[in-house]
């Protein structure tokens, strides 16, 4: 009987434990209610535990909770609307289904559209996206452009290791020949193509997303993206209220501070958007203290459900100091590696030849009309102003005359500038002349519409045609900066003005105006049903240049006829999904495009190039995508020919000199292979994984190249042997490997390990006059392997939500040489190196984000 009772009590208490121990498994399937594609790295957990978990990347989710009854599921992402969900939990399995996560801006889709954005599995091309939370993640006190580091073809330099002076390239190509768009606008100098990191230096406080497109892109509009586009999203109005603040700190006295505010949209339609932000430190590399602002505003009004308008400007004005000369192996094993020959102390303080500063702030009007259920305008009309430059040391005594820094140099190799002030004295008053530092100014106005109109003509065919309009003139001058101890400075540039005696701030050296006006127009057709889709895109567009000098000429002021110029292109391609594991895509397209106003007017001057011609790019593509439960693989392959490309080179002779020339009718041809990939073995584990090998060559040699000193004038003619040459300054072979896991809930640990290889330096013009380099590679530099960790925790303090996150790169403080100069042959006939730039050691940052 004793026994009977005891099996009963047993039994009920094993029937109450496995009750009040019942485990409920919780599942579903995010996805973005705008694109349709899955969300990646949601958080999903129960109110009030530390039960959950993060989406992989097909936007599944699953995890058991312990707790029982009416319970709140809470699901956030950055970027979406936080879901709340009842459920009730009592074992056994809560199948949530199909989730749709809608954003939490005002007219993010209108600018999705503008920004040309890829789509996986439809649109075909190679694209890489990264987040906002990713971005915050990653980025620490690195710059911006260091987030793409680990994504396939893309190469990033910090150059000299000055503030905001890395360089992106992608399949081997510069920036010129990359397109950078901010919100659908075009951001590449009208000029020459370039993108200046360090006039977007705050961009990544306020970036949403940011995605590379690979190859001809996914844009509409006639880019220069040869190499590829880099389609970066801002924030807009947030759709709800709230805030943040920010406080970030890291190595060499790295500071910075943020708030960002927002008022959620109101009952009268109206929301309103901002952020502020500093930055300041010290600079790894030597003579490069720094100190930055940002900010960004947005108001947007809904008039009505079929328009709404909004505003938006953000800038990033910054002054750092800079690390111009190429250094020698000599030079860093005797000062170290974060040693820049550029600066010294003048009077106690730290002065440097090589400062940059610049204020480029971008302000739009976007305009969204939703004429019918068919048919939707999206209209951007914006203005960008940017005053600044960069400064440098000239004479006016002939170059043997010139004072050379390195006769000042103290034993820690930095330039004594008191006693350079001093001979510099001496020199003027037994000639007249000497040297002074001098800011070379870019200033610049540019304003453009760009209109986009989307009709769905049915379910399969849908048409986008619209216009691009720019108009830019762009200011350049020289200006004294500092006598270096002299009453005055006599300039001889101006020839109608004679020899002047400046004062600081006085215009010295050049003085011209480049003028640019831009009139496109493009359209495509796109046709997508069940598993296929294909495009057919073309554009036109005509530009036209204009110059005015007020130096070069006797009789004063000399301006040209604008010289038009009509280019286009043409692309097409198409993505079918095989089945839902397999897809594959190609695309082909041709570009002609205009001359950049360097290669039309010549040598510095209102002299016409006749010769000037379109360059021709014939390119295309195709790709293969594999997707399973925890597994995907992209791989691609490239082919791109370039005929007639137009460019400027800049180099520097054993003095730290600066050189420039301009190189007409180059040919390239650049091809390779792609791969990356994702993994995730268990829910709270990711592994993503990069292979990206290229061949880069230049096809031909040129003859006369004129080289032209830092006041524009000729100095020497030489012959570029260049034919089957690398194309230098980008790593021809990447990896990546990349792990995310998560701890315990809310706490990620992150480890990135990228290698670079097939790295050869650039070739310098002055250098390559000798037809024995047509029989030779180009200079390798070692290749190198580095390798970052970071972590982060949320939780809840004082009832707010805070981030805090860590940052360690280059964690076993690797030396490595992130770009070079070649140099002249050795008596055996092999390349030597004319010096380079040593890379940023280990740097950390830690900063701790409050949102309320």
Known sequence: MFTKKMSFIVALMTLLSSSAFAQTIIKGNLFDATTDEPIIGANVSVAGTTTGAISDFNGNFSFQSKVSGEQKVIISFVGMKPVEQQVTLNGGTVDLGQISLETDAIGLQEVEVMASVAVDRKTPVAAATVSAEEIEAKMGNQEFP?????TPGVYV??????????????????????????????????????????????????TRTMQVQRGLGASKLALPSVGGTINILTKTTDVEKGGSVYMG????GYFKQGVSLSSGLMDNGWAVSGSFSHTAGNGYVDGTSFEGYSYFFNVSKQINENHTLSFTT???????????????????????KRYNADWGYKNGEEFSQRTNFYHKPQMSLNWYWTISDKTELATTAYVSIGKGGGTGLTSNASYNDRLNVNDFRTDAGIIDWDAFTVANQQQFAETGNGSVLYASNNNHFWTGGVSTLTHKFNDNWTLTSGLD???????????????????YYTDYNNKSAGPRDLQQGDIMGYHNDGLVQWQGVFSQIEYSQNDLTYFLSAAGSHQGYKRIDYFSYDHGVDETDWVSFFGGSVKTGANYNINDHHNVFANVGYISRQPYMRAVFLNYKNDVNDQAVNEKI?????????????FKVNVNAYYTY???????????????????????????????????MTYQPLRNLVFNAMVSVGDWRWMNNLENVIIYDDQQRPVDEVNVYMKDAQVGNSAQTTAAINATYE??????IMADWNYYGRLYANYDVTKLDDPRYNETDMYELPAYNLFDIGASYSFEIWKLDALVNAKVNNVFDTDYAVEGQQGSLDANGNPTLNGYYMGVGRTYSVGLKLNF
């Open 642 to 676: 370039w005929q007639d490309k137009a460019f400027t080179k800049t180099v520097y002779d054993d003095a730290g000199q600066s050189y420039s020339a301009n190189l007409l009718g180059v040919d390239a041809l650049h091809k390779g292979i792609e791969l990356d």
């Open 157 to 206: 330099s910090g150059a000299g290791g000055g503030y905001g002076d890395s360089r992106i390239a992608l399949r081997g190509f510069s920036s010129e020949n990359v397109a950078v768009t901010i919100n659908g606008v075009p951001v590449n100098d009208m000029e020459n193509g370039s993108v200046y990191w360090s006039n977007w230096a705050g961009l990544g406080d306020v």
């Open 469 to 487: 309009l720019r108009y830019y003139k762009g200011e350049h001058y020289q200006t004294v900066e500092d006598l270096m101890g002299n009453p």
């Open 743 to 748: 701890v315990i809930p809310r706490l990620r």
């Open 249 to 252: 700190v890291g190595n060499d």
């Open 146 to 150: 260091q987030v793409l580091k680990s």
């Open 618 to 630: 014939l390119s295309g593509e195709v790709g293969y995508g594999y997707r399973t439960k925890g």
């Open 314 to 336: 953000f800038g990033a004005p910054q002054e750092h100091g800079q690390r111009r000369t190429y250094l020698h192996e000599e030079d860093y094993d005797k000062y170290g």
